[in-house]
């Protein structure tokens, strides 16, 4: 007996210990406090942001991971410029890619004050990179859940989450979902276009079940690999799936009352990020950060939609 009580007194202080060593490594890798903003950076951002036009402000941004061999850079600094993004464009939902452990520590330590991610112990730090953050202080979550495709490459990426919120203000709901589909690899075209296609399906299926479960508009909101078919897209950008996806749900870039883009990339511009739109909405402005002050952030310009609900 004596035995065991030890044997248990050890294992307990092992636990605290890796525990430990946890939270430390979380803060210290999530700690952007010494990272400088690019000269001129912040005041750039405070002059081009604006106040939302809709009932409901909803953003999709592609992080580009850490990784050296992805083409990444040490998310540290580049995450200072996108908290600070988020404080001054106040986003109401954000669909992250490509979130990785990096990334992770830096945005939960550093998150402005009232904003949430949903189920953070799922992902991050456990490999689950495509994610969804809130402003708590404006919506109430209501409804969450998320799924792996059940084609995929990559189950870190290659998956789905989706949320139900409620407008605070206004008592309206409505729901999220974000995603990251595969893509195309050289030599391998075909097999992933059937991925792709299943990963189509299977995201509009949810879209339409949410819908009609809860009754209220749904956002599909992620970084799709497709383009739209445009002179400029090439084959590789695979723009069936967006004629899929399009010939279902309204491209809320292509509705919106006013559309807005920085200097670098035209709003029009063939995209893989897109936030298309089910159900009864309007959309009142798109956007799209493509001022080169944003080109050191990621290898995707953020997107947002302001939405009458």
Request: proline share 3%; aromatic share 14%.
């Amino acid at each position: 007996m004596a035995s065991f009580k030890k044997f248990m007194v050890i294992l307990i202080c092992f636990i605290l210990l890796i525990l430990v060593v946890f939270i430390i490594v979380f803060l210290v890798r999530g700690n952007i406090k010494n990272e400088k903003l690019p000269e001129g950076f912040d005041e750039k951002i405070t002059k081009s942001a604006f106040e939302k036009t809709g009932d409901v402000r909803i953003m999709s941004s592609n992080l580009l991971v850490h990784y050296e061999s992805w083409g990444g850079k040490p998310a540290k600094s580049r995450s200072k410029m996108y908290i600070a993004l988020l404080e001054k464009y106040k986003p109401d939902v954000v669909g992250l890619q490509e979130m990785s452990d990096s990334w992770f520590c830096c945005i939960m330590n550093n998150l402005p004050k009232g904003y949430k991610m949903i189920n953070p112990l799922t992902t991050g730090a456990l490999v689950r990179m495509t994610s969804m953050i809130y402003n708590s202080d404006t919506l109430e979550l209501l409804k969450s859940g998320e799924f792996t495709y059940s084609k995929c490459e990559n189950k870190r990426l290659r998956r789905v989450v989706w949320a139900q919120f409620k407008e605070k203000e206004s008592g309206k709901t409505f729901i999220v979902t974000n995603t990251h589909f595969s893509l195309l690899f050289d030599g391998k075209e075909e097999e992933f276009a059937e991925i792709m296609r299943t990963q189509a399906n299977e995201l509009s299926n949810l879209i339409y079940k949410l819908n009609n479960e809860y009754s209220c508009p749904v956002f599909s909101v992620g970084d799709y690999n497709t383009m739209e078919d445009k002179p400029e897209t090439q084959e590789i950008d695979i723009p069936e799936i967006y004629n899929f996806l399009e010939s279902k749900f309204v491209d809320t870039k292509y509705e919106a009352e006013t559309k807005l883009c920085g200097s670098e990339v035209s709003y029009d511009y063939p995209a893989w990020d897109h936030i298309f739109r089910y159900g009864n909405a309007k959309t009142k402005t798109f956007c799209l950060l493509s001022d080169s002050y944003f080109s050191d952030m990621s290898d995707h310009y953020s997107i947002f939609a302001d939405v009458e609900i």
